[in-house]
């Protein structure tokens, strides 16, 4: 479907054009987000900036995101799914803990000795290289909001079509390309999904 995460990025940034020359910020979630924001943020001239959301995954299988943790605390859980699996409480504070750590390492990492955010009144548009349950982008979004961005925009290559109504009423605009009846994972609508290290996220950030 997508070359690789910056051809997703070009055709992101077409739907995006009205945002240009507007104060907008475009964020990458680390690491993958970061490729395709990268090239929406030169196709509209705006400013790039990262930010470090963690999964809260089940015990033995990381991939399968019961939750999501962003910086200073902000988390969302999908506390039904954890219950169905049998996970609780203690179980996802531990993991939070676990996480909070590696999020403050990784955000002083990429963003090295650059200034605070500054969202207030500002439009923010996160964007990732696709959404498989959402936890990670409510995340983020619940994050954005607490930093009182005028506007919050989600923009995504690829997500599945039931993820829509849920991530459509907690943001002001949702633009997702392509939307598979048939949803794996991110990686299979990628013909190049290789995995963005920390060293090319600090790159792009430049």
Not at 16 to 25: E, I, P, T
Not at 75 to 90: C, H, N, P, T, V
Not at 110 to 123: A, Q, S, V
């Amino acid at each position: 479907m997508f070359n690789d995460r910056r051809q997703a990025g070009t055709l992101l940034a077409q739907r995006l054009l009205s945002y240009r020359g507007k104060a907008v910020c475009i964020v990458g979630l680390a690491r993958g987000g970061v490729a395709v924001a990268k090239t929406i943020a030169d196709d509209l001239n705006s400013p790039l900036d990262v930010l470090v959301v963690k999964k809260i995954g089940a015990p033995g299988q990381l991939e399968l995101a019961l939750g999501a943790l962003a910086p200073d605390g902000v988390s969302y859980i999908d506390w039904r799914f954890a219950q169905r699996l049998g996970m609780d409480e203690k179980h996802i504070k531990e993991a939070i803990s676990r996480q909070s750590s590696a999020i403050r390492e990784k955000t002083l990492l990429y963003r090295k000795k650059r200034k605070p955010y500054r969202f207030r009144e500002k439009t923010v548009i996160l964007v990732d290289d696709g959404a498989a349950t959402g936890a990670t982008i409510e995340a983020a979004i619940r994050w954005v909001r607490k930093k009182y961005a005028k506007k919050i925009v989600v923009a995504l290559p690829v997500a599945p079509k039931e993820l829509l109504p849920k991530i459509a009423p907690e943001v002001d605009e949702l633009i997702v390309l392509e939307t598979p009846a048939e949803f794996g994972a991110v990686g299979q609508f990628y013909k190049d999904f290789t995995q963005v290290s920390d060293e090319h996220v600090i790159e792009l950030l430049v």
